[in-house]
């Protein structure tokens, strides 16, 4: 493939022959003649030097004064190489099959080009969208709407009344609409609450291996579209992920809480129950969250407060011991301290 074809992809700029030949796309360490690779900034400015790849998608101002490639200039490489990725390693196609070893109980909708994988189950009831892809030891249980071009992954469990866009990625081991965490005390016992709100998922959602999203109690647990979830994440009953959204892996969000559109949690997030996080803010990795935060925020620390105030605060700490060791040293001097 030339390298003018894969250029148009993402408007890139080329500074050199646009008839390249490229066969692949490498990291930048390991790229060699007939490769593309991408810079990223001052992580990769050592192996740009010696860099043999015949092509590199890069910003212009990270240019080197000498370089041996042919630079493709764009002001997003790491967006350009997510579609250079693509190109190269596009995802598999559905194999439309299914397998005679799963279950489809009655009442089940199933439309063209699915495929469902070896010992799967599907509920009664339940509807699976023209090009998704179920694989083995999956359970879909009654009354579950899963829409087009979607893939559950093996191991996966999807519980009652759950509702699926389209386009999203389930990986193995999620479970999606399990009971929410929710008692009453009657004197020393513990008596369940029903949760039989459900889940709602919207498009294109991504949620990582081994994740749990507990069902609502009345009303459903609503993720919207676009949003992305790491591996290991709990969000509990009744809780609103906004659209675009993205959570990283061991975050644990408690019951009622709203995050609003274009939220980052970080690597460990802890949020208390019923609390709202604000449209377009980041809390950093293992921050506990206690307090409602508003719009635009950038928030870390156990309480999380405003990033500036926790540096601040960092920085007097840091000057303790000093300012204690010249107290002491005034305090000596005036007699009251032996």
């Known amino acids: 493939m030339k390298l003018k074809e894969i250029a ?65 200039i764009t002001d997003n490489p790491y967006l350009a190489f997510q579609k250079v990725m693509t190109l190269f ?79 999203c990625i389930i990986h193995s081991g ?6 929410g965490f929710g008692y009453a005390r ?28 507990d069902a609502g109690t009345f009303d459903p647990t609503i993720i919207e579209n676009g949003v992305k979830i790491d591996n290991l994440v709990h969000i509990a009953h ?13 975050v644990g969000i408690a019951g009622s809480v709203t995050l609003e559109k274009n939220v980052t949690l970080a690597g460990q997030v802890g949020i208390a129950g019923h609390l709202t996080i604000g449209e377009n803010s980041i809390v950093a990795a293992q921050s506990g969250v206690s307090k409602s935060i508003p719009p635009n925020s950038y928030y870390f620390g156990y309480p999380a407060k405003p990033a500036n105030q926790v540096k601040r605060e960092m920085a007097t700490i840091s000057q303790l011991p000093e300012l204690i060791k010249k107290l002491k040293e005034l305090l000596k001097k005036e007699g009251l301290y032996d």
């Open 238 to 250: 009744n809780v609103f992920v906004g659209e675009n959204s993205i959570i990283v892996a061991q």
């Open 174 to 179: 999620a479970v999606i609409g399990g009971d």
């Open 89 to 167: 390693h596009p995802p598999k196609p559905v194999s439309s099959s299914i397998s005679k070893n799963c279950i489809i109980k009655d009442g089940t909708s199933i439309e063209e080009n699915v495929s469902i994988g070896d010992f799967s189950i599907i509920g009664e009831r339940s509807s699976i969208g023209r090009g998704t892809s179920i694989g083995n030891f999956v359970s879909i249980e009654e009354n579950v709407t899963i829409g087009k071009n979607c893939v559950i992954h093996s191991g996966a469990k999807i519980y009652p009344s759950v509702k699926i866009g389209s386009g």
């Open 8 to 72: 148009e992809l993402f408007s890139g700029k080329i500074l050199g022959d646009p008839d390249t030949e490229i066969d692949d796309i490498r990291p930048i360490a390991r790229a060699g003649k007939g490769h593309i690779t991408f810079f990223l900034g001052k992580r990769f400015k050592n192996a740009i030097r010696g860099c043999k790849a015949s092509a590199v998608i890069m910003k212009k101002d990270d240019l080197p004064e000498n370089y041996n490639f042919v630079p493709v």
């Open 186 to 213: 009657d004197g020393a016992i513990n008596k369940k609450i029903p949760h039989i709100g459900g889940v709602i998922i919207g498009d294109d959602v991504e949620i990582g291996a081994n994740c749990t999203i």
